[in-house]
């Protein structure tokens, strides 16, 4: 970790001057930058402190749904109750994430920005090629060790996994990104790798996420969040799946549905295909099981990683199933 | 400066689980340390702030193989608070050290950083400045260019060959190669378990200080003796020279009981720069610093009569090590003692690769040994079609195979069916696939584990002091396994005084000595030596109450007195009754010290040095008319995701016999400790290496994974054992390494039965599964 200087920013338009400068980077919960700014990835040359910014932690729930400011703790956001009852899938999402530690200290904004765990990425003294970091420089992942790294959304400079929860719950439900006096939508914020993974993020210099807004739905009430892991609790998804449903008045045909995966993407990925088979369709369990299998349409495995092929439809159709099965 | 200091009495206010009889040898005294740990009160080695001191960095070699070209440190030197930049041409010369049996070493220089690069993550340089974060800055600007040469991943790597037959593993016994030949039931299977790492909470680190020619090193220590010799040997000073203070360890699991090159940097550089030097381990490097669990691979041939009655057992195993050091993991261990068998054989080669010399983890030898004949066993009981349980009973063997002596004691026909009787065994069915709970199928799975007694040597002194307390001190440590409370409880019982008024000492090389804490032998040897000289002080004690003539009572004419409560007494209680601090005071003493060890009679000097500052003199297990070991039964239940692979571990209940339990509250949590472990070996942990660079990727926290609260259920862990005299002074066994062994085979072996997939590589991830 290389010396920086520290600013403590004491209005959002000072914040956002400041993080303008050339290497600038804001700081939050922090549980991200100081994690990557000690393993020699992150190198900001200022830090521009926006903890103390008021009325950005707020969550407002209203009949269109809810705006959730970038310094609400993924804590407060996973044990507030109006997102419990009207976005399950988000709650569980959140609660699932992390450690709870982390979660008591990490904001919403920046859980947003949350950088892969590729461990070539983050470990640049013994792995100097990276496309992430170094453009052009190459990628170390291809090749090595690929257990955890995408299936789908990769390209030749980069296979890299979107580690978060969140944000496939996010995308789900189409959720929209505030920077400021522009809102983009969560899937447009989240940059396929392409030719350029160094650039994850539609996020501009000088702007900074001040509020996530998830539009309510019937979908979104009826909602989980199925993460698969090795481990029970602090760790990565193998794969998961948010899964929202609404059923005609009928009960068993299927009105809308939204289907995201993480654990298996380059960025949090909607599974529309999923979706399109099954909207209209009456809920049965073979029927979601066969629609369940185009979640991972164009899949490319890298060895270690194939079983997340299999995987990622079991976890798209356990979920689908769970929430059938509630009516 | 203080070393530690707790009173028993502090520590157990508000805990009724300690009860009456707590604080004698087999109470239930809660941790004498816990309150200052949990406060943060108790100072780890690291945390001492020292006049003057300086941050040492380590700077790692990023290649597997090859040779250091030249290191350039121009940019280092220009960086803010740097002190000193050590690379093998600017650091002090040292001697080659004695290895851990006290073989003497061969003479030449030794320089523990590295010229020729034979792993990922070896030393090469060393930075140290003012602070902390500025040697982390300077040690990111040394640039290191390599000649580098073709590595040898792992054992799978088509370079690694056969490797070097080890001629000291080798048992063998009848004709197994006939045998198996001739037995109508045969099986043949290969069980693999990869690179596993101690992942203590304190990572590695030390402080160093030179005054003169004298030594002081705090650093977390399994062995403080030990580590003092080489440190002294390093140095070519004497051994008195250096002194280790250890008063707390944040886990140890095998991995601290020996210096390592981190820590002959740090001193060269304390010394170079004449000021006390801090140098600690980042996470990352504790993976490469010093070595984890090797890598091993079995094959377990097993021939039986349709009965499942063992004919013959043909055992052979290979273990990685590096490429210029020796790690022996005999895999052969539990083979060859835990079945009856007419006929054995076991041959082990070790390979070398590119990494670090792999090193001690929690009953090195024995875990993975187990998980090979516990897991064919029951390949075994499913290819005759006999209960697994069953099929160990029909197997038992009722004096050691190999040694052909009785046991000393061996309890496990009882845990077998004290842990069956918990679990609930009768109730499984036998089929695989046959117990599920909607997506979850259900498996039941039995293995069972056993660990020798080690046996070694010990000394204390106990002093009576004025007021009656008493205090006891021994170079010994605590790493959490309750050395400290455990003492205090001897110390307590054998005076006549409360637990509360005794005041344990450990973790410094000047108190009388100690062994290795390492091979679970600790706790037998000192209780040992702290009774004898616990013994001893009382009988000074009560000697001098009926001898001096100021005693209260020197005019009774006793031949004996009883000393209970702090207080003295006649047998018959017809004198005087007075506190031991009035005793002292009446016959004018301020104290009264004894000291007690655990050597033979006639032990020299030079073995007294030996006894504490190598493993050359233990006794083995098998020593005299007896073989004595620790035994345990595991029975676990999991539940297996039918769509996903995901074993979750639901139930455990284990039967052990540890013999007898000084403190059963403290070897009970051991034992779950080491069932924790087990359960992460088997479904966890795995040192993940890339193949082109030869360096392990998932070094952290974060990506190899130790269970969390949430993968681990209630464990139920039963004593089965009774005092074991042959083991130790007081009767008791090893505990600390015993519960792990067994584990990842019962877990493999009920995932059989829930799946009917026999899963033989460790860890048993999803995939394997799915």
Redesign the interface.
């Known amino acids: 970790?290389?010396?920086f200087s520290y600013l403590r920013a004491n209005s959002l338009d000072a914040a956002r001057q400041a993080a303008a400068l050339p290497g600038a980077m804001l700081l939050a919960g922090g549980t991200t930058l100081i994690d990557l700014a000690k393993c020699?990835v992150a190198e900001p040359e200022t830090l521009v402190d926006i903890t103390h910014l008021e009325g950005l932690d707020k969550i407002e729930v209203s009949e269109r749904g809810v705006i959730i400011g970038a310094l609400a703790r993924m804590g407060h956001v996973a044990d507030h109750a109006g997102i419990r009852s009207r976005f399950p899938a988000v709650s569980e999402a959140l609660w699932q994430a992390a450690s709870a530690q982390i979660r008591n200290m990490a904001t919403i904004g920046g859980n947003l920005m949350q950088r892969t765990?590729c461990?070539?990425f983050r470990?640049p003294?013994?792995?100097s090629a990276c496309n992430k970091r170094e453009p052009g420089s190459g990628c170390s992942a291809i090749?090595?060790?690929t257990?955890?790294h995408a299936v789908l959304g990769t390209s030749d400079a980069c296979i890299a996994m979107y580690p978060g929860d969140l944000a496939v719950a996010l995308v789900a439900f189409d959720a929209t990104v505030h920077l400021g006096e522009r809102q983009v939508s969560v899937d447009d914020f989240f940059l396929l790798p392409g030719s350029t993974p160094n650039r994850e993020h539609a996020i501009e210099p000088g702007e900074m996420i001040t509020a996530i807004e998830i539009p309510g739905s019937a979908a979104a009430r009826r909602s989980t969040y199925l993460k698969?892991?090795?481990?029970?609790?602090?760790?990565f998804a193998?794969a998961s799946a948010a899964v929202g449903i609404e059923f005609e008045a009928d009960g068993r045909t299927i009105r809308d549905l939204r289907v995201a995966l993480g654990g298996v993407a380059t960025k949090p990925w909607r599974a529309r295909a999923v979706e399109a088979a099954l909207i209209g369709k009456v809920w049965e369990p073979d029927t979601v099981r066969a629609a369940s299998l185009l979640a991972v349409e164009g899949a490319v495995d890298h060895g270690a990683n194939?079983?997340k092929i299999?995987?990622a439809p079991?976890?798209v159709?356990?979920a689908i199933l769970k929430m059938g099965e509630t009516v | 400066m203080t070393v530690h200091n707790i009173r028993v009495g502090e520590s157990k206010r508000g805990d009724a689980s300690d009860g009456a009889l707590a604080q004698t040898v087999g109470g239930r005294l809660s941790r004498v340390d816990g309150p200052a740990k949990i406060t943060g009160a108790a100072k780890y080695a690291v945390e001492q702030q020292l006049e003057g001191l300086a941050y040492a960095v380590l700077v790692e070699s990023?290649i597997a193989s090859g040779k250091v070209r030249a290191i350039d440190t121009t940019a280092v030197q220009a960086a803010p608070g740097v002190l000193q930049v050590l690379t093998p041409e600017t650091i002090i010369s040292l001697k080659t050290a004695s290895d851990w049996f006290g073989t003497p070493p061969p003479d030449k220089p030794y320089c523990p950083l590295a010229r020729d690069i034979t792993f990922?993550g070896q030393h090469v340089a060393a930075v140290v400045a003012e602070t902390f974060?500025q040697a982390?800055?300077a040690a990111?600007l040394v640039k290191v260019s390599y000649d580098e040469t073709p590595s040898i991943v792992d054992l799978s790597d088509g370079k690694a060959g056969d490797g070097i037959p080890i001629d000291a593993m080798t048992k063998e016994w009848g004709d197994a190669q006939a045998a198996f030949a001739s037995a109508p039931v045969r099986i043949c299977a290969a069980y693999n378990t990869p690179r596993e790492y101690q992942a203590p909470m304190e990572p590695h680190g030390l402080i160093a200080r030179w005054e003169g020619d004298q030594l002081t090193v705090w650093e977390p220590s399994q062995w403080l003796d030990g580590m003092a010799r080489t440190y002294a040997e390093w140095f070519g000073v004497p051994f008195e020279n250096v002194r280790l203070v250890s008063p707390y360890i944040g886990g140890g699991f095998g991995s601290k009981a020996l210096a390592l090159g981190h820590g002959a940097v740090a001193a060269c550089a304390a010394k170079m720069l004449g000021r006390p030097v801090r140098l600690v381990m980042t996470r990352?490097q504790t993976f490469t610093g010093y070595g984890g669990r090797a890598a091993t691979r079995q094959t377990v041939t097993i021939g039986a009569d349709t009965q499942g009655k063992i004919q013959s057992i043909v055992h052979r195993g290979i273990n990685e090590t590096s490429i210029d050091g020796m790690w022996v993991e005999p895999l052969g261990s539990v083979t060859s003692i835990m079945y009856a068998t007419p006929n054995f054989s076991s041959k082990q080669n070790v390979v070398r690769v590119n990494s670090v010399v792999p090193g001690a983890m929690r009953a090195p030898g024995e875990n993975p040994s187990a998980f090979g004949i516990e897991s064919a066993i029951d390949e075994l009981a499913y290819e005759v079609g006999i209960d697994p349980l069953e099929i160990r009973l029909r197997n038992y063997a009722e004096q050691d195979p190999e040694a052909k002596k009785a046991w000393s004691t061996r309890q496990l026909r009882e845990a077998f069916a004290v842990g069956a009787e918990r679990f609930g065994w009768a109730r499984r069915t036998p089929e695989p696939r046959s117990m599920r709970d909607g997506?979850q199928l259900i498996g039941w799975g039995v293995a069972a584990g056993t660990y020798p007694v080690r046996r070694a040597y010990g000394e204390a002194i106990v002093r009576i002091l004025a007021d009656g307390s008493v205090e006891v001190e021994s170079s010994s440590i605590d790493m959490g396994q309750g050395t400290y409370t455990i003492l205090a409880q001897t110390a307590a019982e054998t005076v006549g005084v409360h637990a509360d008024d005794v005041v344990v000492k450990l973790g410094d090389s000047h108190f009388p000595r100690a062994g290795v804490a390492g091979g679970s032998r600790l706790a037998g040897v000192m209780t040992g030596a702290v009774y004898k000289a616990a013994i001893s002080a009382l009988d000074q004690l009560v000697g001098l109450a009926i001898s001096d003539p100021r005693s209260p009572f020197h005019a009774l004419q006793a031949n004996t007195l009883v000393v209970a409560n702090g207080r003295i007494a006649s047998p018959r209680g017809d004198g005087p009754d007075v506190s031991i601090a009035e005793l002292l005071k009446s016959v004018g003493r301020d104290h009264i010290e004894a000291t007690g060890d655990t050597m033979p009679a006639n032990s020299t000097a030079e073995d007294r040095y030996k006894n504490y500052t190598t493993i050359a003199m233990a006794l083995p297990h098998t020593e005299g008319d007896y073989s004595r070991h620790s035994w345990c039964a595991h029975f676990i239940e999991v539940r297996v995701?039918e769509?996903?692979?995901?074993v979750?571990v639901s139930r455990v209940v284990s039967a052990l016999d540890s013999g007898r339990l000084y403190n059963p509250k403290l070897a009970e949590s051991q034992w779950k400790g080491g069932i924790i472990m087990g359960i992460g070996q088997a479904?966890?942990e795995e040192g993940?290496?890339?193949?082109?660079?030869g360096?392990i990727?998932?070094n952290n926290l974060?990506?190899y994974?130790v269970?969390?609260?949430?993968?681990i259920p209630d464990i139920e862990v039963i004593s089965v054992g009774i005092p074991d005299l042959h083991s130790s002074v007081l009767g008791g066994k090893g505990v600390g390494e015993l519960a792990i062994v067994g584990v990842a085979p019962a877990i493999a072996n009920a995932v059989f039965h829930a799946t009917g997939k026999r899963i033989r590589d460790l860890?048993i991830?999803?995939?394997k599964l799915?």
Not at chain 1, 228 to 235: A, F, G, K, L, P
Not at chain 2, 707 to 711: F, G, M, S, V
Request: proline share 6%.
């Open positions: 970790m290389r010396d020699g765990r461990p070539y470990d003294a013994n792995f090749g090595g060790v257990r955890g698969i892991r090795d481990r029970q609790s602090y760790e193998a194939h079983y299999e995987l079991r976890v159709a356990r | 990023t990922s974060e982390v800055a990111a990352p997506n995701d769509d996903f692979g995901t979750r479904l966890l993940i290496v890339d193949r082109r660079h360096r990727v998932n974060a990506d994974l269970p969390t609260n949430a993968d860890p991830t999803l995939e799915i």
